[in-house]
């Protein structure tokens, strides 16, 4: 059981995040598009700290789960909880592939892949714009006002 409110933004305060959004994200987070490869502000990024979801802020990865998968995507071999990513069957591009996306808010995320490191032996390939990044040590994003774990250190 996560630790984080998981209902999700009201109509207003989803309208409220999404304006806030470049074109990019907007592309990617909400119309499910994809970054081109090696070009993502995370795919190179070493610090310690929480990847959180870029619209509603809920944590979504670890760095200690980052890896350099070579595929030109951030990736990650764990979620922060289980229960802040869901999994989507998606049948697009004549591919069988399994869509990952917030479990708060519904933003598209990436894809999970069964050829990560172990343990999971998973790759989360996620798009460096559905992100935001807090360092170790500095509070989590809140941008729904939620408090409580919300706000505590990454």
């Excluded at 979801?53 to 350099?68: E, H, N, V, Y």
Aim: aromatic fraction near 8%; glycine fraction near 10%.
């Amino acid at each position: 059981m996560s630790r984080f409110d998981l209902s999700p933004p009201t109509p207003a305060q989803h309208d409220a995040l999404v304006a806030g959004l470049s074109p990019d994200e907007r592309r990617v987070l909400l119309q499910h598009g994809t970054e081109a490869p090696f070009c993502g502000v995370f795919l190179d990024n070493k610090r310690e700290g929480t990847y959180c979801c870029r619209l509603c802020g809920l944590p979504l990865f670890r760095s200690s789960t980052k890896f350099d998968s070579g595929t030109g995507w951030p990736s990650f071999f764990a979620p922060y909880d289980e229960a802040h990513v869901g999994r989507i069957r998606d049948t697009s591009h004549g591919m069988i592939r399994t869509e990952i996306v917030c479990a708060r808010c519904g933003s598209h995320l990436g894809h999970v892949f069964p050829d990560g490191p172990p343990p999971t032996h998973e790759r989360h390939c996620l798009n460096s714009v559905s992100l935001a990044f807090t360092e170790a040590a500095q509070p989590l994003p809140d941008p729904l006002h939620r408090g409580g774990a919300e706000g505590g250190p990454a």
